[in-house]
């Protein structure tokens, strides 16, 4: 599992990413997206239509990734809470759906990298990690 105990705890409180993938002309796209994680460590995105959308199709010839989860938790103090998870995607056309109603298609990201600012009480600073 590449995500500590608070990290997984922030990472299954929160609804919401951003998925940055790369199209085929190399411009990014990045859209919100719901995220599942598994008990192996990897994420799921999963969707509605996944398979004829953008993001899944720039995954097929791009494998390279990023998601973003964060919030501002306050706004006096500011406190802001984020992890951005780095790493290789595949695009799978026939993984069970993460949800009922979802296609049969996602994009599951094997971390490589994560970047970790306000999760553990006791960092300052951004905390980074390979794999």
Sequence with gaps: ?????AELEYL?????GRLATVAPDSSPQ???VGY?????????????RM?????????KKNNKVALVIDDLVST???KVRMLEIRGDAEAIDDAEPPRAGMTSEVIRI????IFAFGIEPDDEG??????
């Excluded at 094997?110 to 990298?113: G, N, S």
């Design 1 to 5: 599992m590449p995500f500590t105990p």
């Design 12 to 16: 299954t409180s929160q609804r919401l």
């Design 36 to 48: 599942f994680v598994r008990d192996d460590g990897t994420i799921d995105i999963g969707g509605f």
């Design 51 to 59: 398979g004829a959308s953008r993001k899944y199709r720039n995954v």
């Design 76 to 78: 006096d103090p500011w």
């Design 110 to 113: 094997h971390p490589r990298r």
């Design 30 to 32: 990045n859209n919100p």
């Design 126 to 131: 951004i905390q980074r990690r390979e794999f």
